[in-house]
């Protein structure tokens, strides 16, 4: 039986309801709410707290010009591979700023949202590749409640995968549409999805690879022995594409190249993609064991991923060869589509998390879901429409309840810092920033002891890599994690009371040296922490040795108000009415409305 004859007498139609798009999109959203609706009031968490808490711009709209001509991270202290560049994502975030505030429900609610409208245009997209009502509608079910979907929806931040989704799905469904259309109601749904198309490059850099997916969609529906008519309909998105590389090019010179610059770290990137692949299609048929910053170790041996993706593609390649011809077309096009869309998380620009472990997020799967769903759906379907009309429908209904629940579990740990990366790390022990980030966490609750705990561990990692590694602009940032780990040490002491531990661990962050001078950001960070190791020697009598630490924490930083106000205050004490308030003003002109430093201000001028 056809999946696409309407005259099917096939009872697995008959079981299933034939629904419209508007009825599926009702039913996506009720589910939708129900399965990501426990997520609305989680808090920023992690990513968040830097693209909405810490973003410098997201209230304003007078420099949005400059969106498009700088990363979109400007808070960044390392120079990256690939520049963050994706200036309607910074929008975006302005304009729900300008809505909700800095409430993170409704950051939560429009991700939901936007998540609901991905799902619907999977059902209309998947339309176009050969699919009837009612299969597609399932399609569109499992794409929405998958569990794998959890990090990209639950985590506020992950809205970049969800933007750059709903404008690839809409401008291929624009793009198909306009294949069937005639005159100038074709031109113009060509025209249009050239214009989402455009959007979607300046929302996410994956945007790039839907040139490809149209061709794989266009030699799919090409009937043989035909000519192909869509050449000129495909060169307008490739052009475009051409365009936004050389405009980002012109932007971030050089950045691509150095991509490749380390020949047997690409070598090994390479020999790990069986292992990455086996990884997402196994997630996708048993999502368990899903986690934050999930990584593979590139330094392990491939064993045997290389031929087990060998006999799955032979698997594969035969039951696609006995697939009856109907079915050939869907399943070119839903592997195609998820093939390409994942092959940025194959590394080979690489995404590396630290040292030999490379980011293998499950957010990266998003958008090819829906292409191994609608694939996989298609090349099984020979033997699924074996089973009685009832079973197929019992065996969906279970799967997709199944998974709801689970993905509305995986929802939970994004209620907070401490249960993501408690999660994180009994599924990455090895991973020092997860120590790190989980040891921040407890810090923040005022756990100290797991804090101290996690330090310790996080800082052994970061200093093993520090010995292992060569390479400048690594070791640099290893450099960087240990004096972070340092400062965080000493504010623990500090809280608990013991000012030497508080004041060694100070001492120990300001004296690890950042080797390559490029990077000259950790000044601000040093000069606070000679700010807080100055607080200690102040509060256990060695005031001399306090006000030469303020002085060096000025050096460092001629900017740190709370030093100079500090200055400030041992002038006053020494009776000494022009330098103190010379400190003040220095402070006050360093951050202007600094509450000490205006008061103490005002009782100066009063001496």
Known sequence: QSMRDPKSGNRIYGAILRPGAFQVLIGLAVLGFLVYGNAIFHPFVHDDVVFVLHNPNIARWDNIGEAFLMPGVPFQSLRITTPYYRPVLEILYRAQHAVFGMNPAGFHFFNIILHILASWLVFLAVRFWGFR???????????????????????????????????????????????????????????????????????????????????????????????????????????LTAAYFFWRGHLFPGHVSSAFENRPELFLRLMAIPRIIMMYLGLIVFPWGLHYYRSVDIMQPPGWAWGLLTALAGLGWSLFVWSPPRLKRPVVIGFSWGFVFLLPALNIVPLINEFSFILTAEHFLYLSLAGFLAGGSALAFPWIQRLKSDTILALLLVGAVVFSGQTAWQNAFWRGEIPLFERASRFEPGLGRVRLLLARAYLEEKRYPEAMEEFAKGLSTMEDYVRRTHHPKARVAYQQFIKGVYRDRGQVYMALGDLPRSSEEFRASIAVKIENLEFKDTGIDDSQTANNLAMNLLRMGKREEARRWWEVAVRMEPGNAEALNNLGMLALERKDRRAAIFFFQRSLRAAPGFPPAEQNLIRARQL
């Open 133 to 239: 009502r009612p299969w597609a509608a399932w399609v569109a079910v499992f794409f929405l409640v998958h569990p794998v979907q959890s990090e990209a929806v639950a985590c506020v931040s992950g809205i970049s995968n969800l933007a750059v989704a709903v404008l690839l799905l809409w401008s291929f469904v624009l793009y198909a549409k306009s294949k069937m259309a005639r005159g100038r109601g074709g031109k113009f749904d060509l025209a249009l999805s050239g214009l989402i198309f455009i959007g979607a490059l300046l929302t996410k850099e994956q945007a790039v690879l839907l040139p490809f997916v149209l061709a794989a969609y266009e030699i799919a529906s090409r009937r043989k022995g035909t000519a192909f008519p869509a050449a000129g309909r495909l060169l307008v998105f490739f052009v």
